[in-house]
T-cell receptor, first 112, second 111 residues
Framework: DTAVSQTPKYLVTQMGNDKSIKCEQN?????MYWYKQDSKKFLKIMFS???????INETVPNRFSPKSPDKAHLNLHINSLELGDSAVYFC???????????FGQGTRLTVV | TQLLEQSPQFLSIQEGENLTVYCNSS?????LQWYRQEPGEGPVLLVT?????EVKKLKRLTFQFGDARKDSSLHITAAQPGDTGLYLC???????????FGTGTRLKVLA
């Protein structure tokens, strides 16, 4: 039973397209996150939601729009994809804003 | 911008050797975490330290939080191939509700 699952695992798309990545957690956690890991393995927070409320928006371009329909889901929609968006995107969840984060397996996005 | 520098960036050692990974910042953290990430997977938490000078042990891994809570180290004794992975430290500044991740250390332990 996967704790934090995100789909798809791989996504290859052309520049200019719009795509979504879905994330679900079955841990009963209140907080969910999106992180971006670049080719140098640097992991940077993009967004965090607590009880469906946006807490952190880390100066991410407004082409990226997170949506949390309920506490167990945090989806990431990306408009007008650019080459520089290519990275691995990780969803994570935690009991609250400061406790251990459980990460999904990542979505490798390649923009061509 | 807060920055957590890890050193070394890359480390390749033989099985049975000892090693230390460092995580340094100019910022004071209320807590610091260490994660290990394997290829194709997300990071997995190893430990959280919250008190300056705190030392925690996890089998062959020893974690220390600096007295001033600006730095941390991870020491592995008698490394094994299963320790291979990307080690990430992450620090949280009080009240920010976000963990800033370090630059990472890629460890490879050769059999």
């Amino acid at each position: 039973d996967t704790a934090v699952s995100q789909t798809p695992k791989y996504l290859v798309t052309q520049m200019g397209n719009d795509k979504s990545i879905k994330c679900e957690q079955n841990l009963g956690h209140d907080t969910m996150y999106w992180y971006k890991q670049d080719s140098k393995k640097f992991l940077k927070i993009m967004f965090s939601y607590n009880n469906k409320e946006l807490i952190i928006n880390e100066t991410v371009p407004n082409r990226f729009s997170p949506k949390s329909p309920d506490k167990a889901h945090l989806n990431l929609h990306i408009n007008s994809l650019e080459l520089g968006d290519s990275a691995v995107y990780f969803c994570a969840s935690s009991q609250d804003l400061v406790t251990e984060a459980f990460f999904g397996q990542g979505t490798r996005l390649t923009v061509v | 911008t807060q920055l957590l520098e890890q050193s070394p960036q890359f480390l390749s050692i033989q099985e049975g050797e000892n090693l230390t990974v460092y995580c340094n910042s100019s910022s004071v953290f209320s807590s610091l975490q260490w994660y290990r990430q394997e290829p194709g997977e997300g990071p997995v938490l190893l430990v959280t330290v919250v008190t300056g000078g705190e030392v925690k042990k996890l089998k062959r891994l020893t974690f220390q939080f600096g007295d001033a809570r600006k730095d941390s180290s991870l020491h592995i004794t008698a490394a094994q191939p299963g320790d291979t992975g990307l080690y990430l430290c992450a620090g949280e500044t009080s009240g920010t509700y976000k963990y800033i991740f370090g630059t990472g250390t890629r460890l490879k332990v050769l059999a």
